[in-house]
């Protein structure tokens, strides 16, 4: 799998040319387009997410990498499609309404990406029937509800409050500076990731 190897030191060092060359590079080799995603996507952003959160690597490279694995799927993403191939899982991300920090989210979203996600991110300043809307239309399992301000948490209950009522089967999991376990569970959401990381995992176990 010299293909995947080269595709992985692409997307760790974040290069967004030799990415998009090394996954061209795979498909003409006849590498199937879904091992490129589990084999070679995957496991790299997986790599930068454990080097992010032992301050091996900081959020510039985070996003960079994040940049590389999009001009990959920018590839692949149209055979993905016509072989019929499902993601990992479906996911709506967000920040709540009030609240205008991203960087947190960008984070969660490229790693999830990077994961094997369908991701649709609702950008910030995202209110209650925004997420209700786009759970219904992408057929979300997981709602991800991001907030860095104290101010902007009761938000992420009243968005819940909004899922609910709207009779929506999704998992509603939350994250941000602020939050915590005990938060969680008292406005009734699934789960909580501490980091962007943990995000992935709790994405996944949630989707099951």
């Known amino acids: 799998m010299a293909d995947l190897a080269k595709l992985r030191d692409a997307v760790i060092s974040g290069n967004e040319k030799a990415a998009a060359a090394a996954a061209k590079e795979a498909l003409a080799a006849g590498i199937d387009p879904v091992a490129v995603v589990s084999e070679g996507v995957s496991p790299a952003m997986a ?122 089967k999704v998992k509603v999991m939350i994250g941000g500076a602020p939050v915590t376990q005990a938060f969680a569970e008292e406005i009734g959401a699934e789960g909580y990731g501490e980091t962007a990381a943990a995000a992935v995992g709790l994405a996944k176990k949630l989707s099951a």
């Open 47 to 168: 790599e930068v997410g454990r080097r992010f959160e032992c301050g091996e690597a900081f959020v510039p490279e985070l996003l960079i990498s994040s940049r590389a694995t999009k001009a990959i799927f920018e590839i692949i993403r149209p055979m993905l499609v016509k072989k019929g191939a499902q993601p990992v899982g479906r996911v709506v991300v967000g920040t709540v309404q009030g609240d205008l920090h991203d960087i947190g989210k960008n984070l969660v979203v490229a790693l999830l990406e990077g994961g094997g996600f369908e991701v649709t991110d609702l950008g910030v300043n995202v209110p209650p029937e925004k997420f209700v809307q786009a759970a219904r239309e992408k057929n979300a399992a997981v709602v991800g509800l991001s907030a860095l301000l104290t101010t902007t948490m009761p938000a992420m209950k009243t968005t819940i409050e909004a899922v609910r009522k709207a009779g929506l």
